[in-house]
């Protein structure tokens, strides 16, 4: 089939949602013979044109963007993201418009922002449309959004509000009653596509691992059944914004450092909580026991230091997927997480330990236990790799671009059909 994708973030030899988007095209390209016409940001273009993978050879690559004097939208927060992919959007109008009066397409495919809002100008065209995976319509546990610090509080209610307000805009609805498919990411997601109107919606996890840089890592870099000795090494892996949740971490370390385990945590990534988390490890007086590593240069340094942990603790509030908790299951690293969304959904207690939601002190009491118990499960080390390994293949991207294909005949009406 003749696809023409919009893929916001799509660059080769990066994690989270820029690795969404070239995996998803790389294997739509190679495993299906779609032929591909991806619009995605001039920003990419010297990285994606420099890249000599054979699955993208066929790809034809529209880059745009728009004028240099929005480029400090993006910098103001998550609001000025979605402002600024508006604003790329636009752009992104105009060049399918070009494409679409030379070229034939069969489906439009809305590939990344990998979130329900804002939705996709490509609804606006006479052609079937498919969205997603995405997701946005995960919300906070409402026992910890009352626990929050006022300032946090008032950030998680602001984003609940808008999405409410962004889903009942007219605009929206209208964009979604012209979509064939859309396939959320959590069910949270789903439910708010069909509620939007979406012609069909299904479940379909927004992210996927093998055949790409972990999986290279992990080969050339073998588990070793030997479990780590020493102090209990944990890593976080993510942007620094609040609903990632990392002050419960830290609140959980500190529990747990009371109660006499002997635990490491490192900090990766940087963004606008970064003051205030390492203010917090300051007055905890933890400073030997939290470190800040900011950004690492190359996703194998990241690998490297998962690798070298016993877990990833990821204790987000509403994750729609979390990459960051199937690259640890891929390098055979158990995972901490809330029982709760896209993370309460990939990690299963024979690979790492969840966490009921409940009252901030339930919670941190609770990731606190998890924390506590690692050093005897240590005892079962090579079964926790196994298993954490095992459950990672559950979400490849082939299994992934095969969704996505599904979607694709599904909404020209061939759905029983062989692909193309």
């Known amino acids: 089939m003749k696809i023409l994708i919009e893929a916001y973030s799509c660059e080769p030899g990066e994690g989270s949602e820029k690795g969404v988007g070239w995996n998803v095209v790389c294997h739509l390209a190679s495993g299906f013979q779609h032929q591909l ?3 995605t940001r001039s920003k990419n273009k010297e990285k994606i044109e420099r890249e000599e993978d054979p699955r993208v050879q066929t790809v034809d690559w529209i880059f745009v963007e728009p004028p240099a004097c929005f480029a400090w939208v993006k910098q103001r927060g998550s609001i000025g993201l979605r402002v600024y992919n508006l604003l790329w959007q636009r752009e992104m109008k105009k060049a399918a418009t070009l494409y679409l009066e030379s070229h034939e397409v069969d489906v439009l495919h809305r590939l990344t922002f990998g979130s329900i809002l804002p939705p996709s100008l490509l609804a606006g065209f006479n052609h079937p ?9 995960e919300m906070s546990p409402s026992e910890l959004v009352k626990d929050l610090p006022l300032r946090l509080w008032l950030k998680d209610r602001i984003r609940a509000v808008l999405f409410r307000f962004g889903s009942w805009l007219p605009s929206t609805r209208k964009a ?3 979509c064939e498919v859309a396939l959320g990411a959590t069910d949270a997601s789903v439910a708010a596509f069909k509620r939007l109107g979406a012609s069909m919606a299904r479940l379909v996890p927004q992210s996927g691992c093998g055949d790409d840089e972990v999986e290279a890592f992990a080969r050339s870099n073998p588990v070793n059944a030997i479990p780590p000795g020493g102090s209990v090494k944990l890593l976080t892996a993510c942007r620094l914004v609040h609903w990632k949740a990392i002050d419960l971490a830290i609140e959980a370390v500190k529990k747990a450092v009371e109660n006499g385990t002997d635990v490491e945590l490192t900090i990766l990534g940087s963004g606008p909580e970064r003051k205030t988390l390492e203010a917090k490890v300051a007055q905890y007086g933890l400073t030997g026991q939290i470190q800040f590593a900011g950004k690492l240069p190359t996703l194998e340094d990241v690998y490297q230091l998962m690798r070298s942990c016993d877990a990833l603790i990821h204790p987000a509030l ?3 997927f979390g990459q960051a908790v199937l690259e640890s299951l ?7 997480c809330l029982d709760w969304a896209g993370p309460g959904m990939i990690v299963t207690d024979q690979c790492g330990i969840k966490v009921k939601p409940g009252s901030r002190e339930e919670v941190v009491s609770g990731l606190a236990g998890a924390i506590s118990s690692l050093p005897a499960r240590r005892l079962n080390w090579e079964e926790l790799q196994e298993e954490a390994i095992k459950r990672s293949k559950a979400f490849s991207w082939q299994r992934l671009a095969g969704e996505v294909d599904q979607a694709y005949r599904d909404s020209v009406g061939n759905g029983d059909e062989n692909p193309t």
Do not use: K, T
């Open 330 to 336: 891929a390098l055979g690293r158990q995972v901490i």
């Open 176 to 178: 979604y009653r012209s």
């Open 129 to 137: 449309l498919v969205v997603g995976p995405a997701g946005g319509a």
């Open 37 to 39: 016409a991806v619009i």
């Open 318 to 320: 509403n994750e729609a």
